[in-house]
């Protein structure tokens, strides 16, 4: 991440001990924000459930947001992952459809298995360094989409796969947190819709291009 977006400056440990203290912060920061929601908890509240001095997280955190950046910037990689392993496999024009619409119930397992994610989430609102990197998380991952789009549709425009790939990144992360929060059946109704959407407009770019 580039020092104008989302990174924050903070110093990083050396020491067994200071890693070990580091880890715990991000752990009880993760643990208690998502049980009652971001803006509810302190940054002394977050060192006294960790067993850390107060001084300590400020020494490589200086403030919650940057918890928060840290917390996140680990989801991420793991959602990146999962979206990776979902889609390298496909090869073939009738395939992508299908992948997309698997990596659309995954990102749903993945908050369906941390229910927490969904108020960590919701503080990201709170912080423009947040904000942007929620923005670059969706543009990486919409470009990973058009590099695995580009070889099966090479007459389409790559301003016109990026667009694609922006939407259904940045609709993929909205979609799946109303679901959650709704009823199981609504939820599913909607999941279906979306994977509906989806084949559409793949067979519009297929025909075209």
């Not at 060192?47 to 910037?73: C, R, T």
């Not at 024009?93 to 659309?104: E, K, N, V, W, Y």
């Not at 609102?125 to 070889?151: H, I, K, S, W």
Request: with cysteine; net charge neutral; glycine share 6%.
């Amino acid at each position: 991440m580039s020092e104008s977006g989302s990174q924050v400056t903070r110093r990083r440990p050396v020491q067994a001990r200071s890693r070990e203290r580091v880890e715990r912060s991000l752990s009880t920061a993760r643990e208690l924000s998502g049980e009652r929601g971001y803006d509810a908890v302190s940054m002394r509240e977050i060192a006294s459930a960790a067993g850390v001095p107060i001084s300590s997280v400020y020494q490589y955190f200086p403030d919650k947001g940057a918890l928060l950046l840290a917390i996140m910037e680990e989801y991420y990689g793991l959602m990146h992952s999962a979206l990776r392993d979902t889609l390298e496999s496909v090869t073939e024009l009738d395939q992508i459809a299908g992948a997309l619409q698997r990596a659309l119930r995954r990102y749903a397992d993945f908050f369906r298995d941390d229910p927490g994610l969904i108020n960590l989430w919701s503080g990201l609102q709170a912080d423009p360094r947040l904000v942007q990197q929620d923005v670059e998380d969706t543009y990486r991952n919409a470009e990973y989409c058009v590099e695995l789009l580009r070889p099966m549709l090479p007459g389409a425009p790559r301003a016109e796969l990026r667009a694609f790939g922006l939407f259904f990144m940045h609709s993929l992360g909205s979609l799946i947190r109303f679901v959650l929060l709704v009823d199981d059946r609504d939820g599913r109704a909607v999941l279906k819709e979306a994977s509906r959407l989806i084949e559409l407009r793949l067979r519009d770019l297929i025909e075209r291009y």
